[in-house]
T-cell receptor, first 114, second 114 residues
């Protein structure tokens, strides 16, 4: 059974600081997704990482994937209040017949303070 | 505008009652998914469908049923057998399941038990 674990689960940051959210997963996969969820809202796609060493950047967020370590990171640079949200990673379970089935991490609640 | 719509936004269920959540997409996507999100947790897959007239159970299918009679529609019925249905239900769709397809999410339905 594929397990996806994020840490930290709660992250309180000051504006202007840098930090990294980690996403570990338990089985072979080279397809990993990052989503953002604002309180009471749906999920918004941020990044799709499709191969070992993939790196994607959008604004103050950068995501990377190391399939050998089964690890993805979401790096936040010079945080601003608008980045406050819950961030989820999700892994495509390619191992079985359920191709395209995503398993989500628990989510990291990010709060950015002035 | 292309997108995914879910209705209703809020739904109240009485004991012993079956209720149906609607999900419609006009993105011409082949695959559709239903997830459940409990407070402070990640998403768990209930059912998914890769093609019309076919669907598969996800991780927590007990107490739920679905149908996929049309490409654009994937309704979810929460039956009386689901003893703890209070949650946020999210529908998603993707172009297919054979490639690296991002899942796009609808706005969600909050189900509450009276």
């Amino acid at each position: 059974e594929l397990k996806v674990e994020q840490n930290p689960l709660f992250l309180s940051m000051q504006e202007g600081k840098n930090y990294t959210i980690y996403c570990n997963y338990s089985t072979t996969s080279d397809r990993l997704y990052w989503y953002r969820q604002d309180p009471g809202k749906s999920l918004e796609s941020l990044f799709v990482l499709l191969s070992n060493g993939a790196v994607k950047q959008e604004g103050r967020l950068m995501a990377s994937l190391d399939t050998k370590a089964r690890l993805s990171t979401l790096h936040i640079t010079a945080a601003v209040h608008d980045l406050s949200a819950t961030y989820f990673c999700a892994v495509d379970d390619r191992g079985g017949t359920s191709y395209g089935k995503l398993t989500f991490g628990q989510g990291t609640i990010l709060t950015v303070h002035p | 505008d292309g997108g995914i719509t879910q209705s209703p936004k809020y739904l109240f269920r009485k004991e012993g009652q079956n209720v149906t959540l609607s999900c419609e997409q006009n993105l011409n996507h082949d695959a559709m998914y239903w997830y459940r999100q409990d407070p402070g947790q990640g998403l768990r897959l209930i059912y998914y469908s890769q093609i019309v007239n076919d669907f598969q159970k996800g991780d927590i299918a007990e107490g739920y049923s679905v149908s996929r009679e049309k490409k654009e529609s994937f309704p979810l019925t929460v039956t009386s057998a689901q003893k703890n249905p209070t949650a946020f239900y999210l529908c998603a769709s993707s172009k297919g399941t054979g490639g690296a397809e991002t899942q796009y999410f609808g706005p969600g339905t909050r189900l509450l038990v009276l």
